[in-house]
């Protein structure tokens, strides 16, 4: 049903005798432009009349559509995607290999090499290569460099005056990219972006021709490239099947969907190609084609926005979102709209390396490309008309992948136009941006941040400087000791100057950041402070006098912080200092034959003062030590003889690392760290837990989160038939990673008991988040509850935690007593002692009310009498609200005995959080962070937090390798 007002207002081009006049799209010409604009708007060329009848036909619903889509002009010698691969772009039922999208792209290029250019900006884990295709008119892509130098210049107003920023911006062309299929899942970006890529560079339209004229396209139609091979093969196989599955466990080598969240920590192989890439040309926008709302949402977000962002840049959000919106809506195109969906608060999207760099970082979200047509009903709450809705989506609609190419290629079509449009404006933005950017830094404080580079953990420091750096910032290093109003500073400490064009990026990621609860439900974390989350100390300068490089000298760092480790004196032992660096566990797996003992305890050797945690090598061959000592920044010290202190041999164990066939989206961020520090593991799925002799073969196993209930991790992938993911002929893409021939059912029940056995045999178990709540609901441990506080708000928040024992070997080489970490909901877990109350022992006393239920969805318990502390107050949804979840059948166990909790949140509810927003948090009071549960001869390790959360959290990662490097001496600093 479709209102009068709905309906169409637009002139649509007019078929003829195979001829197609091509009226000028809706919206103003170019400034300047008018009469010649004029004397073009009707401009006649040969149509493609085989794609064009082809696109009706596929069309699901002539309101989808505009006169910028709905045809395709002919070329004598430039391949149509109809010619390159047999088919129209929106034909139902096929996808096209990234393989051959690279193909076709390239195809494009060495036809038109006039108006097209096709670059490779890197390759992707797998090792398949990134790509983008920049388009423009003739006299552009003949010297693109030259636009790349003006945009360069735009950027740093510092040498500019304002006269040549004037001139520049009257020369410049923004550069306008657009970024497909990041979401693997999300098809349609890339197959469109090679029909548009062919009608940029053929159609002679004003239109057209005005966006060729007046800015640089790029196009990267899939940055998920190893995804988008898998995806493509799992349509085969259904297609070849009868509708038989093989699931899409994972997209690129580690994560799924949080591919576009690795803007903070630059893990990824794609996030770092697209940034480099960034830097080098300063895209004046960036636009990432995602596919999951209807049928067109384009971004502006509904707040709140991030606070560092100059806010003539959150206005340009909404020029262009409104632009868009009004271009579709004027078309009667149903359901394209702006607002809500997302915030404008977390910088960690793959888009926001635009906005944290003063471009214009945006995204769309589509209805589904399919690839099958399909009648699409949707309910009430994203039909009806609202002010950030004007012309919403229709109850029903018969939709296709031809629908999603239309809707998206003209809402894109109109954003390149607007910029087009308005290029001198976007220019000038984008100079005053970086302008302001460096005047705020001089006369709004924080001025500059310090970082002492000879702090505790100076690895660690050198690492976030070196990420700073590769995200274009500037770095400098103190040539001598000086004071800056408070802040003392000494010789080689790294100052981050903020009179320079990214300092909101700088405050952005160093600062700490508040989440107001009241806000409309945060999109993703709402705090994610790096200096905090990698346990780098530093300090905020507000005092002007330190960008006086007179008074302050100080040289621009010209390459990466490195931190050279040292040994100093002699004697045939070597005491390697565990600071907490990153990289200390590296460096014992990197010399995994070499006998090393651990300190149990302080001590003095070397003329210093050393922490438990040290590692002693006796009889130690220097010649061969030193080098892997100075590779890996660590600090030692010979000596004549072994310290007297307790200590335990650490030796290195054999690393099980178990994934689960239902989800592999979490565990891909701890497999990246054990990979990037080459910490090594044998990878397997849950469904092997069921061979049994584990022990055998691990000495520890890691089983990072999956997410869902204790049962659903423990059952798996459930299904009637057998269910396979490997490589065959049909899906040559699979099976890089893992492969089964069947791949349901978990570990099951008997992988549950084998996992035990291993615990009990002597191995070590380290679950984190979701994976933590397993033993606990099986009642396979004593004295650990989960909790499902309903009150509680905490999403993606860096917490305080506090050790509660620092003698276990878990805690070696921190040296403060609390420690910054990430944790987001939950798991919620109390532990004996860790609320304040001590459950158990050996043979093992019961939490009343803890092992009662043994039916899913049971009752809610009222442990708040025992979860919380006395003297805590009861806010409402808190603490009152918390409730047992559902307890596994009981297994009869052996010996049991007490958890060491290592790490607990803080007992004092207004002193927890560090950054990002949190409510109800009487519910987290001396909540267990991490549990070292001992299980017979082997234990558990249980984190509440996220050890490993999306390369971000360094200063948590000692916590894990800790308990790695001592997995048969846990025990250590017991009073047994
Ligand atoms: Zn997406």
């Known amino acids: 049903m479709t209102p009068g007002w709905m309906r169409r207002l637009a002139v649509h081009s007019t078929v003829a005798l195979g001829i197609v006049v091509l009226l000028s799209g809706g919206g103003l010409l170019a400034q300047g432009e008018g009469k010649q604009a004029a004397k073009r708007a009707v401009a006649a060329q040969k149509l493609d009349a085989e794609y064009t009848a082809k696109i009706k036909e596929y069309t699901q619903d002539p309101r989808v559509s505009t006169e910028l889509v709905d045809h395709l002009p002919a070329s ?37 090499p006039t108006r097209a250019k096709l670059f490779t900006i890197g390759k992707s884990e797998e090792g398949r290569d ?67 890529a062919y009608r940029l560079i053929v159609e002679e339209t004003p239109f057209i021709q005005n966006i060729r004229n007046n800015e640089i396209v790029f196009l990267t139609p899939v940055v998920e490239v190893d995804g988008r091979e898998k995806v493509v093969d799992n349509l085969r196989y259904r297609q070849a099947t009868n509708g ?76 262009l979102a409104k632009y868009e919106v009004a271009e579709m809506t004027k078309r009667g195109v149903p359901g394209v709209w702006t607002g809500g969906f997302y915030d404008g608060w977390t910088p960690n999207y793959l888009f926001f390396i635009a906005n944290t760099h003063n471009a214009i970082g945006r995204f769309y979200e589509t209805q589904t490309y399919g690839p099958q047509n399909q009648t699409l009903n949707l309910p009430v709450g994203s039909t ?127 600062g700490t950041q508040f989440f107001a609860p009241g806000n409309p439900n945060p999109y993703d974390d709402t705090g994610w402070s790096l200096p905090l989350l990698r346990n780098v100390k530093l300090q905020k300068v507000d005092d002007a006098s330190i960008l006086d490089q007179k008074t302050h000298p100080m040289r621009m760092m010209g390459v990466d912080a490195r931190v050279p480790g040292t040994v100093t004196g002699s004697g045939s032992v070597i005491i390697v200092d565990h600071n907490g660096d990153t990289s200390i566990a590296p460096f014992r797996f990197a010399n995994k034959d070499v006998k090393m003992l651990a300190a149990e305890e302080p001590f003095e ?37 072994v310290p007297t202190v307790k200590t335990h041999e650490m030796s290195v164990p054999r690393i099980g690392y178990v994934h689960s066939w239902s989800r592999t989206q979490d565990e891909g961020w701890v497999r990246m760290a054990f990979d990037k520090l080459k910490i090594p593991y044998t990878y397997f799925g849950d469904t092997k837990l069921r061979e049994g002799n584990l022990r055998q073969k691990y000495d520890v196993i890691v089983f990072p989160h999956v997410g869902g209930t204790a049962q659903s991790q ?114 919620v877990l109390t532990a004996g002692g860790a609320a304040g109350f001590g459950v158990g022992g050996r043979g093992g006393a019961q939490i009343p009310g803890v092992g009662m239920n043994l039916t899913p969805n049971a009752i809610p318990q009222a442990l708040a009498t025992l979860d919380a502390p006395a003297a805590a107050p009861q806010g409402p949804g808190a603490v009152g609200g918390t409730r047992v979840r559902p307890q596994g ?46 299980l017979d001869k082997g234990h558990v390790v249980s984190f509440a937090n996220r050890p490993f959360w999306r390369w971000e959290t360094h200063g948590s990662f000692n916590l894990a390798f800790n308990a790695i490097l001592n997995w048969n001496h846990l025990d250590a600093g017991t009073a047994q």
Not at 274 to 292: A, G, I, Q, Y
Request: a neutral charge; hydrophobic letters at 40%.
């Open 76 to 112: 004598a010698t430039v391949p149509s995607p109809l010619k390159f691969l047999g088919r129209i772009v929106g034909t139902p039922d096929y996808l096209t290999y990234y393989k051959d999208i690279k193909a076709y792209m390239e195809a494009l290029a060495k036809a038109a």
């Open 130 to 196: 990134m790509i983008v295709l920049a388009i423009a008119d003739e006299a552009t892509i003949r010297t693109l460099d030259k636009y790349r130098k003006i945009l360069a210049d735009l950027t740093d107003p510092r040498k500019l005056t304002e006269a040549q920023a004037k001139a520049l911006i009257a020369a410049g062309k923004p550069i306008y990219w657009a970024t497909g299929n990041l979401h693997s899942g999300e098809t349609g970006s890339a197959e469109m972006q090679m029909e548009l």
């Open 244 to 319: 038989k599955t093989m699931p899409l466990i994972w997209w690129g080598n580690y994560v799924a969907h949080d591919n576009n969240r690795d803007g903070l920590g630059v893990g990824l192989k794609l996030t770092q190609n697209v940034l480099r890439t960034f830097l080098e040309w300063h895209p004046t926008v960036m636009h990432d084609l995602h596919e999951s709302s209807n049928y067109l949402y384009t971004s502006t977000g509904a707040g709140p926005y991030n606070m560092a962002i100059d806010p003539v840049q959150t206005d340009e959000w909404w020029l």
């Open 384 to 510: 009806s008309r609202e002010w950030y809705r004007p012309n919403p989506p229709l109850p029903t609609i018969k939709w296709g992948p031809r629908n999603n190419t239309n809707i998206q290629q003209s809402a894109l079509l109109f954003a390149l136009q607007y910029v087009a449009n308005n290029r001198q404006m976007l220019l000038e933005n984008y100079y005053i941006k970086n302008r302001r950017a460096i005047e705020k830094g001089r006369s709004d404080a924080p001025h500059a941040w310090v970082i002492p580079a000879g702090q505790r953990r100076r690895g660690e420091a050198a690492n976030l400087v070196n990420l700073l750096r590769l995200e274009g910032v500037e770095v400098h290093t103190a040539d001598s000791a000086f004071a800056a109003g408070t802040v003392q500073v000494a010789a080689g400490d790294y100052v981050v100057r903020m009179d320079q064009p990214y300092s909101n990026l700088v405050n952005m990621y160093l």
């Open 605 to 641: 050797a070397a003329g210093r003062k050393l922490t438990a945690g040290a590692f002693i090598i006796p009889n130690a061959d220097r010649a061969r030590l030193e080098p892997s000592i100075k590779e890996f920044g660590l600090a030692a010290y010979a000596v004549a003889s």
């Open 714 to 827: 423990v059952n798996g992938v459930q299904g009637p038939d057998p269910i396979a993911y490997k490589k065959t002929e049909l899906t040559p893409n699979l099976g890089v990673q893992d492969s089964a021939d069947d791949i349901r059912g978990g570990m099951g029940f008997e992988g549950l008991l084998n996992l035990m056995k291993f615990v009990q045999e002597g191995g070590l178990l380290i679950t984190e988040g979701s994976t933590s709540t397993i033993f606990p609901e099986y009642h396979l441990v004593d004295g650990i509850t989960v909790e499902e506080p309903s009150g509680l708000f905490a999403r993606g928040v860096v917490m305080k935690s506090v050790f509660a024992d620092r003698k276990s070997p878990i805690a070696y080489g921190y040296d403060s007593d609390i420690l910054p970490v990430y944790f987001s909901q939950g798991p």
């Open 889 to 934: 059948p009981a297994v009869s166990i052996g010996a049991r005995s007490v958890p060491r909790v290592i790490l607990r949140f803080p007992t004092d509810p207004n002193d927890m959080l560090l950054s990002g927003g949190l409510l109800g948090q009487q519910a987290l009071v001396g909540r267990a962070v991490v549990v070292d549960t001992p």
